[in-house]
């Protein structure tokens, strides 16, 4: 007898603990999303900060006269419209171009192209990012032009993988975007950046534990840009939804959507993953909705066709999901309102039995006095 009071002394004890650990994580993951929800609510404050240094950008543009002034200025204005605005990247790029035939400099045109690639592939025009890479001879140039022009190969191939989604075009992309990433680690000489291009590899090869170890020494480290923790924590959170840890994957998400909203970037995939995660995960159908249609909104305010396509097949589904959510509260609603209703309906019944009852015990006592 004693040992089946043991049992179930542990038995309740692991339930309790069990308990407090889940409310536990779940608070977490409020707190965490509480965060995310007053950034987001700051969204308009952070954009007037970037369009101050935008404006002040094309000031000093109309102000200059030196053609390798234009060039720098033309390519610091594609560097903060990139993943913010693709037309405004688009024509900055092009003109940066342009000014570098001007100089009649072949290395800053190549950097030009290379630059004019990468915002092509970002807005997902993969077949013509890909031709002006391909016009490109890199073999005489430096180093860091070399490092720039495998970096955007690679990144173009790892994208081409995610938009196939299929086994076989997507591994054959996968290698191909791997090996222009070993020359990305071969040449680049920061020890963040190349940390962050190691876990990117390791990603796509499916070595997620070599990956989680490269993020997450790169994410504990200082100086780090909002862009750059924004796209480390998001292939973080990635690699742990694939591993089922959804606590921590959420929480990587959440980390790298709010680095997104304080640098700008509207191209942009972390507020969509978190969004899917937490309505497949969570059935938190309201806050899904929420990020879902951000998450929308950004990719058509930057005019990235493959993310509009990406979050466009999400978005139905979690609109279905808030709407049935909805509707079942309404029934539940209706429900309650109907039972309060018979409630009362009941109580009266038995009010005017009790008023029947003791009319009758008020009767039979006057008669009884009478008597």
Do not use: W
């Amino acid at each position: 007898m004693k040992k089946y009071k043991f049992i179930f002394f542990i038995f309740c004890l692991f339930l309790l603990v069990s308990s407090k650990s889940y409310a536990s994580s779940n608070q977490l993951i409020d707190e965490s999303l509480d965060k995310l929800d007053i950034e987001i609510s700051r969204r308009n404050v952070y954009l007037k900060q970037k369009q101050l240094v935008i404006d002040s950008l094309e000031n000093q543009l109309r102000k200059s006269c030196v053609e390798i002034c234009k060039y720098h200025l033309y390519s610091s204005l594609s560097d903060q419209y990139c993943s913010f605005i693709y037309d405004s990247a688009f024509v900055y790029t092009q003109k940066m171009l342009a000014s570098a035939v001007k100089l009649n400099d072949q290395s800053k045109q190549k950097t030009a192209k290379i630059k004019l690639s990468f915002v092509l592939l970002s807005s997902g025009l993969f077949t013509e990012a890909k031709e002006v890479l391909e016009n490109i001879d890199i073999k005489k140039e430096s180093d860091s032009l070399k490092l720039n022009y495998y970096s955007v190969y690679a990144r173009l191939y790892f994208d081409l993988a995610v938009y196939a989604d299929d086994s076989f075009y997507s591994d054959k992309y996968k290698i191909k975007g791997s090996l222009y990433q070993d020359s990305v680690i071969q040449f680049e000489q920061d020890p963040e950046l190349k940390l962050a291009a190691m876990g990117q590899r390791d990603m796509k090869k499916r070595e997620y534990s070599t990956a989680i170890k490269d993020y997450e020494t790169l994410l504990s480290k200082d100086g780090l840009t909002n862009h750059e923790i924004a796209i480390a924590a998001s292939s973080l959170g990635y690699i742990y939804s694939l591993k089922g840890e959804k606590d921590k994957a959420i929480n990587a998400l959440v980390i790298a959507a709010i680095a997104d909203i304080k640098s700008v970037t509207k191209e942009t995939v972390a507020l969509r993953n978190l969004a899917s995660m937490l309505f497949t995960y969570d059935n938190n159908f309201q806050r899904a909705y929420k990020y879902i249609e951000i998450a929308y909104e950004d990719a058509q305010f930057y005019h990235a066709r493959h993310r509009i396509a990406e979050v466009s097949s999400v978005l139905p589904i979690i609109q279905k999901g808030r709407m049935d959510t909805i509707e079942e509260q309404k029934n539940q609603y209706i429900r309650f309102f109907i039972a309060m209703c018979l409630l009362v309906i009941v109580g009266i019944v038995f009010l005017f039995i009790i008023i029947k009852q003791y009319r009758k015990l008020s009767e039979t006592k006057d008669i009884i006095l009478k008597s």
